[in-house]
T-cell receptor
Framework: AQTVTQSQPEMSVQEAETVTLSCTYDTSENNYYLFWYKQPPSRQMILVIRQEAYKQQNATENRFSVNFQKAAKSFSLKISDSQLGDTAMYFCAFMKLLNYGGSQGNLIFGKGTKLSVKP | NAGVTQTPKFQVLKTGQSMTLQCAQDMNHNSMYWYRQDPGMGLRLIYYSASEGTTDKGEVPNGYNVSRLNKREFSLRLESAAPSQTSVYFC?????????????FGPGTRLTVL
């Protein structure tokens, strides 16, 4: 079974600085996807970034980027120029593709990291 | 375009009562999901429906039933609620097609079972 581990229950960062959230996962699969979701106090789950395991290039979305190390099964999220609105729970999630062709997969979540951005 | 909607937003039940959580999406998505989120935990999959007319168990299905009423709606039923089912419940949906893997989440339902 796949597992996702986020070893940092809480982190804080000063506004405008950079912070990295850690995530490791365990799987014997070769074809899968990884995601970071953000959950602000409103509870809404918002996709931040995703990474396809077959791609060597790390995904980037504006101030958010990942460091994907497939051999080490590591998938960290870097937030640059942190903003107060980045304060939220961040969840790392793994998706195994359930069928050939990759049209169905279910998410397995880590326990989350609570990030506080301080002014 | 409302996305994924859930009703109710909050609910308090007594042990043994039953209720149905409603979920609807207006994005023409094929796949729909029900998750629960407990304190200090990530979301865990209860049931999912890959397409209209099909449902499958997820990681924590015990104590729940689901109905995929049509393409838009996917309901979660608690037949006899227990305090262990106190949680926040999220519904999600995903678009059809290979490579479209993002799940869109509803705002959640906070359920308390006394």
């Amino acid at each position: 079974a796949q597992t996702v581990t986020q070893s940092q229950p809480e982190m804080s960062v000063q506004e405008a600085e950079t912070v990295t959230l850690s995530c490791t996962y365990d799987t014997s699969e070769n074809n899968y996807y990884l995601f970071w979701y953000k959950q602000p106090p409103s509870r809404q789950m918002i996709l931040v970034i995703r990474q396809e395991a077959y791609k060597q290039q790390n995904a980037t979305e504006n101030r958010f980027s990942v460091n994907f190390q497939k051999a080490a099964k590591s998938f960290s999220l870097k937030i640059s120029d942190s903003q107060l609105g980045d304060t939220a729970m961040y969840f790392c999630a793994f998706m195994k593709l359930l069928n050939y062709g990759g049209s169905q997969g279910n998410l397995i979540f880590g326990k989350g990291t609570k990030l506080s951005v301080k002014p | 375009n409302a996305g994924v909607t859930q009703t109710p937003k909050f609910q308090v039940l007594k042990t043994g009562q039953s209720m149905t959580l409603q979920c609807a999406q207006d994005m023409n998505h094929n796949s729909m999901y029900w998750y629960r989120q407990d304190p200090g935990m990530g979301l865990r999959l209860i049931y999912y429906s890959a397409s209209e007319g099909t449902t499958d168990k997820g990681e924590v299905p015990n104590g729940y039933n689901v109905s995929r009423l049509n393409k838009r709606e996917f309901s979660l039923r608690l037949e006899s609620a227990a305090p262990s089912q106190t949680s926040v419940y999220f519904c999600a949906s995903r678009a059809p097609g290979q490579g479209i893997l993002e799940q869109f989440f509803g705002p959640g339902t906070r359920l308390t079972v006394l």
